[in-house]
């Protein structure tokens, strides 16, 4: 995914941008690697076959979601060398805080720690290594797994 505002780390941009609140705004080398890209353009390759699904509603928090997406699916996000002139400075409003929640409970729902069960084999999922050597330890594993055939 590519555009012309994201966040690199907190409190940190990478942008360039004309809109209400200044002309020709830049902030960080371009082109530069970001977590999350602002909705105001972004453009990506149909090949990456990102999509949104339909449990977030409204327009905001879409550029995050797109940028999980493509986190997940192996693909990166850039701010581009893209002048854009934004003819709207947006508004910050309680909208942001209510779409903030829902995806937030999106993807702890969706990052939750979890035994998958397959047809052979019990696998623990986790993002943090000392959760999942300790899930997958012999007691996590009678607790995570009773029930299952030991291979």
């Known amino acids: 995914m590519r555009g012309n505002a994201g966040r690199v780390a907190v409190g940190e941009f990478a942008l360039w941008i004309t809109d209400p609140h200044g002309k020709d705004q830049v902030s960080g080398e371009l082109p530069q690697r970001v977590f999350t890209l602002d909705e105001n353009f972004m453009v990506a390759r149909r090949s990456a076959n990102l999509c949104l699904l339909r449990d977030l509603t409204g327009y905001r928090m879409y550029g995050p979601d797109l940028c999980m997406m493509a986190d997940v ?37 969706a990052f939750r720690l979890r035994w998958v069960r397959t047809t052979v084999v019990p696998v623990f999922l986790s993002g943090t290594r000392l959760v999942r050597n300790a899930a997958t330890s ?11 055939p030991r291979r």
């Open 138 to 148: 012999r007691v996590g594993r009678a607790f995570g797994t009773k029930g299952w």
């Open 73 to 109: 699916t192996g693909h990166t996000c850039y701010v581009i060398d893209f002048h854009q002139h934004h003819l709207i400075g947006g508004t910050q409003d309680d909208s942001f805080s209510i779409a903030a929640d829902a995806f937030a409970r999106k993807y702890a729902r």
